[in-house]
């Protein structure tokens, strides 16, 4: 195997609390690796970390077999970074961001092919702040490619876009994929890691909770099938008589779920509680598990709360 | 070197590109020489050998030094910051150093323009006519950009956000311009407020221009004057290096 990064016990503290805590893992030359988690659990501040933005309190981290800690000056040189927020100069325009910091490495892409891989090239001539939010997170990757880099750190890169400038991002990371680039992305969206990742690391509370691709993470959390339903009343006896049952805790009262591998079996014990009760059933779903389920079993919550 | 040149080109268009900015920068000064060569600048003050508006020209120059040297160091620096561009620039190998020096040689050159204009519309309009060491002349200049832009520097470490940004900006520029001897001599101010303001780098700057363009004189007789604008400078700079922030 051929690690690009290696991570290990990584630590850091903010007074007491321990954003990251013990964080280790490795990713290899041409994966795009995502750290998925909720808000506020320690993605950024370890991806920030590897950046050479933030100080560790403890922990080793390794980019292309160069100690990042020892040796952030040579570490800039190999990465490339999409920051959470937009951060440039408002006036500039897009084709002079991308030539001025591909200026600033010794090794550099021409814009032209940046802007032709961010789909920006009509926009070339326009200033930042007359771009729209999807444009600018697109320039905001487009500087993190601009030194051809080795790795590549996206955080967060569609956070509060609308689904057709989310979707132009994820194109562009596929065709990073396909060029057997190396990405480490965060992100809470439980679609796009299943969509872009070839392994995920789920980070809660500063700590990594799991770590594989995303089918066996779903495999091994055994989930199969997700029921869904609310009920227009309280029901006694719900719980004694479906195996499994778990109150959803998101506001609206009466709502449940059950995980279950016997769908038809529990189905029709469900159907028959409610019509002997005369109770109505409402917004029932029988859904596939996804990687949103496997992070509410292994925490008892949900990623976006 | 090429990267200093590189990233104040690129500062440089940025900001011509901002064209509010850029008129008033340039025109600020220039209104107000003309407003008071109009109102006074023909009348002498007592004890004064040279006309008012003779006294105004360098005074109004080293307010335009201030704007840019000042102003525009601080709350340009205090707003980038707050748009998070040296965080980003941090990811690159781009080093601050190098950020730092094309800042002020950016404003620099702003305030080399702003003066030739300035002196430019002295002559046009009032017959100013200056005279002695050129060289000295802008080594005085020069002295004294570094000294505001210092200032400017030092200021950022004590601001923490764009909004109280104005009020502590405008109360060093307003201090330094009114005490500093721009539109009025100090001699003209209470004893003690005017023996207070004399050390003042607006005071020295204002003093040492007047006495190379109108006195001829020479680098021994304004080298106190630069001494204490150099005071100044190093007094800004373990200012900054305490609590300059990046962040």
Request: glycine share 8%.
């Amino acid at each position: 195997m051929n690690s690009i990064i290696e991570v290990s016990n990584l630590e850091k503290k903010y007074g007491d609390i321990n954003a990251v805590n013990g964080v280790s893992f490795s990713v290899e030359q041409g994966e795009v690796f995502g750290i998925l988690g909720p808000n506020g659990a320690g993605k950024t501040t370890t991806v920030e970390i590897i950046e050479g933005l933030r100080k560790p309190n403890a922990g080793s981290i390794k980019v292309c077999n160069i100690d990042a800690l020892k040796e952030p000056q040579r570490i800039k040189e190999l990465i490339g970074v999409q920051l959470q927020a937009t951060s440039l100069y408002d006036n500039i325009r897009v084709k002079e961001a991308l030539d001025l910091f591909g200026s600033y490495y010794q090794k550099s892409l021409p814009s032209e092919q940046i802007m032709e891989e961010v789909s920006l090239t009509e926009k070339k001539h326009s200033q930042v702040s007359k771009l729209s939010g999807g444009q600018k997170q697109r320039l905001s990757v487009g500087l993190a490619l601009v030194n051809d880099p080795e790795v590549i750190f996206l955080d967060e890169p569609t956070t509060g876009l609308d689904p057709q400038a989310r979707h132009n991002i994820w194109s562009i990371v596929e065709n990073l994929r396909e060029r057997g680039k190396t990405v480490v992305m965060t992100t809470h969206y439980m679609e796009e890691a299943e969509q872009l990742c070839h392994r995920l690391a789920i980070i809660d509370r500063g700590k990594i909770i799991a770590m594989d691709t995303p089918d066996n993470l779903i495999n091994k959390a055994d989930l199969s099938t997700l029921i869904e339903f609310s009920i227009s009343k309280e029901l006694d006896g719900l719980a004694k008589n479906i195996p499994g049952i778990c109150k959803v805790n998101n506001g609206s009262a009466r709502k449940y779920s059950v995980q279950t591998k016997a769908v038809s079996m529990i189905l029709k014990d469900l159907t028959n509680l409610c019509y002997d009760n005369h109770i109505e059933l409402e917004n029932i779903s029988v859904r596939q598990a996804t990687l949103e389920d496997v992070f509410l079993s292994m925490t008892g919550r949900k990623l976006r709360e | 070197m090429n990267m200093l040149i590189k990233q104040t080109r690129m500062q440089m268009r940025l900001f011509l590109r901002r064209k509010d900015e850029l008129f008033w920068t340039m025109a600020f000064p220039v209104l107000f020489i003309l407003l008071f060569g109009a109102i006074y600048g023909n009348s002498k003050w007592n004890g004064m050998t040279i006309r008012s508006i003779d006294y105004l020209l360098p005074g109004i120059i080293v307010m335009g030094a201030m704007v840019t040297g000042i102003m525009r160091t601080a709350t340009g620096f205090v707003q980038e910051r707050e748009q998070g561009i040296y965080r980003r620039l941090a990811l690159t190998p781009l080093n601050r150093t190098t950020l730092i020096g094309s800042q002020l040689l950016q404003h620099y050159l702003v305030i080399i323009a702003q003066t030739l204009l300035l002196i430019a519309v002295g002559g046009l309009a009032f017959k100013t006519h200056l005279t002695g060491n050129t060289t000295l002349f802008w080594l005085t200049m020069s002295m004294g950009a570094l000294c505001f832009m210092s200032i400017g520097f030092a200021l950022t470490g004590m601001i923490k956000t764009l909004r109280s940004a104005t009020p502590i900006i405008q109360i060093t520029y307003f201090g330094l311009m009114f005490l500093g001897g721009i539109f009025f001599p100090n001699s003209l101010l209470p004893k003690w407020l005017g023996n207070a303001a004399s050390i003042l780098p607006s005071t020295q700057l204002g003093d040492a221009l007047r006495a190379v363009v109108y006195n001829g004189a020479g680098i021994g007789d304004i080298w106190q004057k630069l001494a204490i604008m150099g005071a100044w400078i190093a007094a800004c700079l373990v200012i900054s290096i305490r609590f300059f922030r990046w962040e």
